[in-house]
């Protein structure tokens, strides 16, 4: 399983810069670059509710999850 962080494009369309909003919900800019790369291993369900709350979105709408295909 694999699960997508697309916390960019969503920055993009809002026209928020990781700055703001990472100032907004109070982490710093260098643990919102890991959530948006991907690159950490978990999440607080309050960062998670924060960002949702400031860009004002639903989980889904950042996190992406894909199966992993079917074994034989």
Same mark, same amino acid.
């Given at each position: 399983?694999?699960? /997508? ?9 809002? =026209? ?7 100032? !907004? +919900?109070?982490?710093?800019? /260098? ?9 950490? =291993? ?7 509710? !924060? +960002? ?21």
């Amino acid at each position: 399983m694999t699960i /997508t962080v697309t916390l960019d494009r969503m920055l993009v369309e809002r =026209k928020i810069t990781s700055r703001e909003l990472a100032k !907004a +919900i109070g982490i710093s800019e /260098t643990n919102l670059s890991l959530i948006k790369s991907g690159k950490i =291993k978990g999440m607080r369900f309050s960062s998670l509710n !924060a +960002i949702c709350a400031y860009l004002n979105c639903q989980p889904g709408d950042i996190l992406h999850f894909t199966p992993d295909p079917p074994s034989s």
